[in-house]
């Protein structure tokens, strides 16, 4: 019989919730970085940057909180991306949504990029995902647009 040791865990190396508060830092100092052309303002009239420079400090607190206490998580080296392919997808549809946005206009595109989401990514069956898809285009245009008064880009067609 013999002796078997105990696995000890390896203390070296970046943990995964290490890197993800770090990632957060590098976040946070961006903003506070692309914040400084605003003016900030005083605390009785705050100017335009001083709400994103708010949230830039608190994210990057946070930030420093995860990485801090995040010795305890997973290895980064043992993290696994079994649905990284869907994600590149993802932000390639979001991409493609972004420069039809202008083109189609956002009724058009919320519609396709739905359309895509349910209908291809999770393979929905079609009759909810084109009821979804169109209620969802249109009454979002008419929340944002017509109650909340921001303007969105309609199509050619003028929808």
């Known amino acids: 019989m013999t002796a078997q040791t105990p696995q000890t865990p390896d203390k070296r190396g970046l943990k995964s919730d290490q890197f993800s508060g770090l990632l957060l830092v ?3 100092l961006y903003i506070g970085w692309a914040n400084r052309e605003y003016p900030i303002g005083s605390l009785q009239e705050p100017g335009p940057g001083y709400m994103p420079l708010l949230l830039a400090i608190f994210l990057g607190s946070m930030g420093l909180l995860i990485a801090f206490w995040g010795g305890h998580s997973a290895p980064l080296r043992a993290v696994r991306w079994p649905e990284a392919m869907r994600a590149v997808v993802i932000l390639i549809a979001c991409g493609v949504a972004a420069f039809a946005l202008e083109r189609i206009g956002y009724r058009l595109t919320v519609i396709a ?5 349910l209908g291809v990514m999770e393979r929905r069956r079609p009759l909810p995902v084109a009821l979804v898809a169109v209620g969802f285009g249109f009454i979002s245009f008419y929340v944002v647009a017509d109650l909340l008064h921001v303007p ?3 199509s050619p067609w003028g929808l």
């Open 26 to 28: 590098v976040l946070a």
């Open 152 to 154: 969105l880009p309609r």
């Open 113 to 117: 990029l739905m359309i895509f989401f």
